[in-house]
């Protein structure tokens, strides 16, 4: 069955630095990789995905993440953090050889502070 | 931009109660997903939906659920005789194609059983 892990519960970085918020997965066939983020009260949010291809994907908002086989890790990752950017971040995978169903991780609440 | 939207935002029920809680989806989508957030715990997976079928569920989607798409628009959630610890935001998902692999979400309904 499929997991997802994402390690840190929480990361503070400074406005202007570069952020990296972690994820590594577990699957039986290839992975369909994706992030979402949540914003207070708000739903989930779709910020980009990886099917096949590029190992390094960008999404919305200037993020991107890269996908890494070797490692089974998909982190996210932005060049220059913005205050705005402070939410809770999910990484979630989909199984090819499963039903269509996404498994999330716990969720990294991600502070950027001014 | 087309958006995923969910009626209540909170609903407030007693044990026993029964509750709908309601989806609109994004109008072209196909396919139809119920997933619930549990406060504090990741974003789990309760059923997929399409071509008036269930196409997947989790063990937590047990015989007290059930869903329907009573016309063109709504996508339904029901759960028949609450208990406390179904008290979640509950959110519903769709997308166009399986192949396209991503799921825009709503806004979430949280629902409080008490």
């Known amino acids: 069955a499929q997991s997802v892990a994402q390690p840190e519960d929480q990361v503070n970085v400074a406005e202007g630095n570069p952020l990296t918020v972690k994820c590594t997965y577990s699957?039986?066939?290839?992975?369909?990789l994706f992030w979402y983020v949540q914003y207070p009260n708000r739903g989930l949010q779709f910020l980009l995905k990886?099917?096949?291809?590029?190992?390094l994907v960008k999404g919305s908002y200037g993020f991107e993440a890269e996908f890494n086989k070797s490692q089974t890790s998909f982190h996210l990752k932005k060049p220059s953090a913005l205050v705005s950017d402070s939410a809770l971040y999910f990484c979630?995978?989909?199984?090819?050889?499963?039903?269509?169903?996404?498994?999330f991780g716990k969720g990294t609440r991600l502070h950027i502070l001014p | 931009e087309p958006e995923v939207t969910q009626t209540p935002s909170h609903q407030v029920t007693q044990m026993g109660q029964e509750v709908i809680l309601r989806c609109v989806p994004i109008?072209?989508?196909?396919?139809f997903y119920w997933y619930r957030q549990i406060l504090g715990q990741k974003v789990e997976f309760l059923v997929s939906?399409?071509?008036?079928?269930?196409?997947?569920k989790s063990e937590i989607f047990d015989d007290q659920f059930s869903v329907e798409r009573p016309d063109g628009s709504n996508f339904t959630l029901k759960i028949r005789s609450t208990k406390l610890e179904d008290s979640a935001m509950y959110f519903c998902?769709?997308?166009?194609?399986?192949?396209?692999?991503?799921?825009?979400f709503g806004p979430g309904t949280r629902l409080t059983v008490t």
């Open positions: 998902a769709s997308s166009d194609r399986r192949e396209t692999y991503e799921q825009y």
């Open positions: 699957v039986s066939g290839n992975p369909y």
């Open positions: 990886y099917i096949t291809g590029d190992n």
């Open positions: 979630a995978v989909r199984d090819i050889l499963e039903d269509d169903k996404i498994i």
């Open positions: 109008s072209n989508h196909l396919y």
């Open positions: 939906f399409y071509n008036n079928e269930i196409s997947e």
